[in-house]
């Protein structure tokens, strides 16, 4: 339904603005995905690797003690349980097959987070691919035991120096290494974002969280929620939830961008809410950009959330109004982090954790609501920002009390 | 000002045109068109003025790091548009490399006026294709000016056709597989890329990407309609680094080379 007319629009948005170097590539990719997705061979060879080595479907938890201090009922798509710890999965794994269907050696990623990087890196290893990892110079930094994690799995990781250092110019360079290695070498890309077939390719290889959730749901509560929410970086994960709603009128759908530092100041990624549009990364899309078209670098306290554009099929939702975008801050997100630790016991990634400050909103809004949320990733590669968030680190220094915690069970 | 001017005028010397690329705003806009003007003078026939962006993905670390700089240093898509009516004004066809969001962000239609009416000759797109870009054919067609689109040896020979009956001026033929940087030996790509090119069209066909001294522009003018170097320039200058006597020098000495090179092939 969000498809335009032409192959890889949606709405106004979308598109291909790739070099002409590629587009005989990106044809190829466009025609060999087809074909896959409508041969029974891959897609149950796909199920099987996401069932047996990934540990999906992810399980649809009803979160109570959350839902006591948030007064909705809200439902926790655990997608931080699945196999290195984040939905990323799904994605790797249905493109390193495509990549072994087409007959390359050799697959490339960029990376933020390092999440899609080690994933990249485990379906590489799995899979029996060369792996070459692109990740901005400042996120290796923020994000070391990702990149050992990476190198360990046997990937090169390639720190990435230009520009602002972050995900943007690790896309840059890989798209930079494509165009020379394109024979050989399979372009990983880690999000709903860039040039067609990209965004519904990814989708379609995320979409079982939506697929999963919906059904899930429905047996556990018997009917659909009133909201299901995700953190939108690119939109990988949250499209893939999405999309199995779209069509359910009175399911509400909202995505959470990173706010940052808020967005009334420079330092935030909250691309749809503040952004204007223009092509980045080969899809006409939101972006922050400055009046000349040059973008403007991003800020988010998570790395997987830090990036300046968003995928072309939330643009359209959001323009189209089937959807709501709205920024949560670095603040509200490390207090929902914290909430749902203590809570829970359960410690989410900082991408994550917008989804669940979002809830945490909307619940407020809508006492009673159920509303269900895209865990989409755990925690434990953020330990050092979250450490120094709060003090964690020092046992004889006062923990920053970050939240009111609940009384225990009753 | 269309290139046309230029390639009847080298084709009636019987050679291959010398295209000479300098990003606007490296090191400064008034030091890029002095710098601009010595590649004039020294012997380039046409000229290639980038337009600074923040993400290039088809440039390699020569030219990103100039760009860099010049972002660094304030450069707007205005002081572009600036650099190009001096150009321009030395006589020679100007036109303007650009990744395609300054553009789209200006407005197609407005820049397209003003690109015309600062005598530029028309728009390099090396990271987009005609099909995605219908908005800036018709805003060229619209400003007499010329659609320079690439083509790459892995272009398809439909998609060949479709791009090179999209340009106006000349073809833009891409050498290697890969992004803008010197390189030690010339292509094999590039030889059999022409010939599939020029079977799909009358307009002349450029060679760049990798070419860096004399010997390679003979080897590629042989071939092609014109030589386009970019990188090498702006090494020239990069390692004059604040010399700025020596960087316009080095500039001299390279074009010389680079056009008694176009005029062996
Ligand atoms: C756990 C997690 N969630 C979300 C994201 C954001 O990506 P996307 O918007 O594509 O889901 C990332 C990216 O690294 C991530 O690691």
């Known amino acids: 339904?969000?498809?335009?007319?032409?192959?890889?629009?949606?709405?106004?948005f979308g598109g291909r603005f790739m070099p002409e170097a590629l587009i005989a590539e990106l044809d190829t990719l466009t025609a060999v995905w087809h074909e896959a997705m409508a041969d029974p061979e891959f897609t149950g060879e796909f199920d099987r690797m996401l069932r047996e080595y990934a540990g999906v479907p992810?399980?649809?938890?009803?979160?109570?003690?959350?839902?006591?201090?948030?007064?909705?009922?809200?439902?926790?798509?655990?997608?931080?349980?699945?196999?290195?710890?984040a939905h990323k999965i799904r994605n790797v794994l249905g493109q390193a097959l495509l990549a072994k269907r087409m007959g390359?050696?050799?697959?490339?990623?960029?990376?933020?987070?390092?999440?899609?990087?080690?994933?990249?890196a485990t379906a590489a290893?799995?899979?029996?691919?060369?792996?070459?990892?692109y990740m901005g110079e400042l996120d290796t930094r923020r994000q070391a035991l990702n990149v050992a994690r990476m190198r360990l799995l046997g990937a090169e990781v390639r720190a990435v120096a230009s520009g602002s250092r972050t995900l943007k110019d690790a896309i840059n360079e890989a798209i930079r290494d494509w165009v020379a290695s394109v024979e050989h070498t399979a372009y990983c890309f880690g999000t709903a974002a860039g040039p067609h077939p990209f965004p519904a390719m990814v989708r379609d290889f995320c979409r079982g969280i939506g697929d999963e959730a919906r059904e899930q749901c429905l047996e556990l509560i018997g009917t659909l929620p009133d909201v299901v929410t995700a953190c939108v970086g690119g939109g990988s994960n949250a499209i893939g939830l999405f999309t199995a709603f779209l069509d359910d009128r009175d399911v509400r759908i909202v995505g959470f961008e990173a706010g940052g530092e808020g967005i009334d100041t420079p330092r935030h990624a909250a691309t749809i809410t503040a952004g204007d549009i223009g092509v980045l990364h080969g899809a006409r899309t939101f972006v922050l950009q400055d009046d000349d078209g040059q973008t403007i670098e991003s800020h988010s306290i998570s790395a997987g959330l830090d990036y300046p554009g968003v995928g072309p099929e939330h643009a359209h939702l959001a323009k189209s109004g089937r959807a709501d975008y709205l920024p949560i801050t670095d603040a509200e997100a490390m207090d929902a982090l914290a909430l749902l630790a203590r809570t829970e016991g359960i410690i989410c990634a900082i991408e994550s954790a917008h989804a669940v400050a979002g809830a945490l909103k909307l619940a407020k809004e809508s006492p009673g609501s159920t509303i269900l949320v895209n865990l989409s990733g755990r925690g434990d590669k953020d330990?050092?920002?979250?450490?120094?968030?709060?003090?964690?680190?020092?046992?004889?220094?006062?923990v920053v009390e970050p939240v009111e915690t609940p009384e225990g069970p009753q | 000002m269309s290139t046309a001017k230029?390639?009847?005028?080298?084709?009636?010397?019987?050679?291959?045109?010398?295209v000479g690329y300098l990003p606007a705003g490296f090191p400064t806009v008034e030091g890029s068109i002095d710098a601009m003007t010595a590649m004039v003078e020294a012997g380039c026939d046409i000229i290639e003025i980038g337009l600074p962006y923040s993400d290039p993905v088809m440039?390699?670390?020569?030219?990103?790091?100039a760009v860099h700089q010049a972002l660094e240093g304030g450069v707007r898509t205005t002081d572009v548009l600036h650099s190009v009516e001096a150009v321009a004004a030395t006589g020679v066809p100007t036109l303007v490399m650009t990744s395609w969001n300054p553009v789209e962000r200006y407005g197609v239609e407005r820049f397209a006026a003003e690109l015309s009416a600062a005598g530029g000759a028309g728009l390099i797109t090396p990271d987009v294709t005609p099909d995605s870009v219908p908005q800036w054919i018709a805003a060229a067609d619209e400003h007499d000016l010329d659609k320079v689109f690439l083509v790459a040896p892995s272009s398809t020979d439909e998609r060949l056709a479709m791009t090179t009956a999209a340009c106006r001026g000349f073809v833009y033929a891409t050498a290697v597989m890969g992004v803008t940087g010197a390189r030690a030996t010339t292509s094999d790509l590039a030889p059999p890329l022409v010939a599939r090119a020029k079977a799909t069209t009358d307009l002349p066909i450029g060679?760049?990407?990798?070419?860096?001294?004399?010997?390679?522009?003979?080897?590629?003018?042989?071939?092609?309609?014109?030589?386009?170097?970019?990188?090498?320039?702006?090494?020239?200058?990069?390692?004059?680094?604040?010399?700025?006597?020596?960087?316009?020098?080095?500039?001299?000495?390279?074009?010389e080379d680079l056009a008694r090179g176009v005029r062996r092939g």
């Open chain 1, 383 to 398: 330990m050092e920002t979250t450490t120094a968030w709060f003090g964690l680190g020092d046992p004889a220094a006062p």
């Open chain 2, 6 to 18: 230029a390639f009847a005028a080298t084709r009636s010397e019987g050679r291959a045109a010398l």
């Open chain 2, 207 to 255: 060679v760049g990407l990798g070419i860096s001294n004399g010997d390679q522009a003979a080897e590629v003018a042989a071939y092609a309609d014109a030589v386009i170097v970019g990188s090498a320039f702006v090494r020239a200058l990069l390692d004059a680094g604040t010399d700025r006597e020596a960087g316009l020098a080095a500039l001299r000495v390279l074009t």
């Open chain 1, 58 to 85: 992810s399980l649809l938890y009803d979160a109570a003690r959350l839902s006591e201090v948030a007064g909705a009922r809200i439902l926790l798509k655990r997608e931080d349980l699945n196999h290195t710890g």
């Open chain 1, 125 to 133: 290893a799995y899979l029996g691919l060369e792996c070459v990892v």
């Open chain 2, 59 to 65: 440039d390699g670390p020569t030219i990103q790091t």
């Open chain 1, 1 to 12: 339904m969000s498809q335009g007319t032409i192959e890889g629009t949606y709405g106004d």
């Open chain 1, 104 to 120: 390359k050696t050799r697959m490339i990623a960029e990376t933020g987070a390092g999440q899609h990087g080690v994933a990249t």
